[in-house]
């Protein structure tokens, strides 16, 4: 799996388990990228169990600062 189809998987998951609109893609994006490509598949894990409210506040920007 390349870089591509590794970051379309974890958006794909984030924005199913948010329930978001595509407005929200490029913070998702972001997050994604800013964990590196080798901890998406964590990441993903964690966005089952993590609560929602904590994603959506990664999403709008949270996570950008390095925390969230």
Do not use: H, W
């Not at 199913?16 to 998702?28: A, E, F, Y």
């Not at 994006?29 to 506040?57: P, Y």
Request: glycine content about 14%; charged content about 25%.
């Amino acid at each position: 799996m390349n870089k591509i189809e590794m970051v379309e998987t974890c958006l794909s998951g984030c924005m199913k388990i948010l329930g978001q609109t595509q407005n929200d893609l490029p913070g998702v994006a972001a997050g994604c990228m800013e964990k590196g490509m080798e901890s998406i598949s964590g990441f993903m894990q964690n966005t089952v169990t993590e609560d929602k409210e904590r994603l959506k506040k990664m999403i709008s920007g949270g996570y950008a600062d390095g925390e969230y």
